[in-house]
């Protein structure tokens, strides 16, 4: 079976920076099962995994525009640490969810404290780099009509309800 629309897919992969050192490999641990087109991967990697099939191998480098884009300066900003309630103990890397002004969640990361100050960057921490993938096929299945009403992979390797 083909990877397509609607297919759930199970995949080892390692990530790697352009200088070729590993960010991410699942290959330890349990492999990576997503439901392919519901933007559960990043749009370059998505793209080169359709039409491939079980026990296919590849290897891929995306440029950030089709990975997690290019950093936005935008999204780096200093806060009071009030902001954030009492009694929080801040660290460098510690991350925090967050709503835009248009209400869309999003993931900040603690990049700095000073005094009563946080500085915040609301960019993923891949933003701006291009990101080698080797991957490996392990499974291509039909979707459940649950899975596909909630956008996402149930049971071994997906989401648990």
């Known amino acids: 079976m083909?990877?397509?629309q609607d297919k759930v897919v199970t995949i080892h992969y390692t990530l790697k920076d352009a200088?070729?050192?590993?960010?991410?490999?699942?290959?330890?641990?349990e492999p990576?099962?997503?439901l392919h087109g519901h933007h559960n991967l990043i749009p370059g990697l998505e793209k080169a995994l359709q039409e491939k099939e079980a026990g296919a191998k590849l290897e891929v480098s995306l440029p950030p525009e089709d990975a997690y884009g290019e950093r936005?300066?935008?999204l780096v900003e200093t806060v009071p640490k009030e902001m954030f309630g009492e009694g929080v103990q801040f660290e460098v890397g510690m991350q925090?969810?967050?709503?835009?002004?248009?209400?869309?969640?999003?993931v900040v990361s603690v990049t700095a404290i000073e005094d009563e100050q946080v500085q915040v960057d609301g960019n993923h921490p891949f933003a701006g780099a291009t990101l080698n993938f080797e991957v490996e096929v392990m499974d291509v299945r039909d979707a459940t009509e649950?899975?596909?009403?909630h956008g996402h992979v149930h049971g071994?390797?997906?989401h648990q309800h």
């Open 2 to 4: 083909k990877i397509a």
């Open 19 to 29: 200088a070729g050192k590993q960010l991410e490999s699942s290959f330890q641990g």
């Open 32 to 34: 990576l099962a997503y």
């Open 72 to 74: 936005d300066d935008r």
């Open 96 to 106: 925090f969810h967050a709503q835009s002004q248009d209400g869309q969640p999003y």
């Open 146 to 149: 649950e899975e596909l009403s």
């Open 156 to 158: 071994p390797g997906g």
